[in-house]
C-alpha cells in the first residue's frame, strides 16, 4: 500500500549494542526472531543521532573496539497503519527490514504485526564469533506512538556488553 504525498509519523524501537572488547566486531548482523511463529527477519544498523533522522542505513556493521556503539532497528510504528481499517488484518507494528525502514512510502503487511503483545529474539553475530542475544517483549498499541518493548533476558559470549533499549521518535 503506497502514500506517496501523505504525510505520517513513525516512532522507532531501537537498541545500542556496545563493544566492550579490544578487537574491532566486523560484519556484524542484527537477526529478529519471533518466537511464536520461529520467523526470522534480518534488521537494519543505523547511525542515527537522537534526532530521529535515518542515517547510513545497512545490514551489516563493524562496530569499534573499546565501547564502540552502533544502533540496530527493531520495530516500528506508522501513523498511517490506523488508516487501515479495510483490510481484515490490521497491522500495528512492523519489523524494521531494510524493505519496510528504506522505503518508508510502502507498508509491507508481511513484517506487520497485530495488537497482541508478542515476543521476539534478537541475536548479533560478529565475523570474529562475538555474540549477544536477547529476549523482548513488543508491545503494539492502537497510537502509533505507543508502542514499546521490555526486554525480558540476555544472554553473550565473546566481549560483548549487554543489549541496552533505545527509542525514538
Known sequence: MTAEGSTFERKYLRILIKNTGFVKATNCEAKMRIISSNDTKQLVWDRAATSGVLRDISLQKSIRARKGEELVHVMFSDSRFTKMSDLNYRIYASASTMESVVNQQMLLLEDG???????????????????????????????????????LSEHSGGKWSRLRKKGSK
Open 113 to 151: 504485526f497485530g495488537l497482541e503483545n508478542f515476543d521476539i529474539e534478537i541475536e548479533v553475530l560478529s565475523d570474529e564469533g562475538a555474540f549477544c542475544k536477547s529476549t523482548f517483549q513488543v508491545h503494539p498499541n492502537t497510537n502509533h506512538s505507543g508502542l514499546s518493548m521490555t526486554k
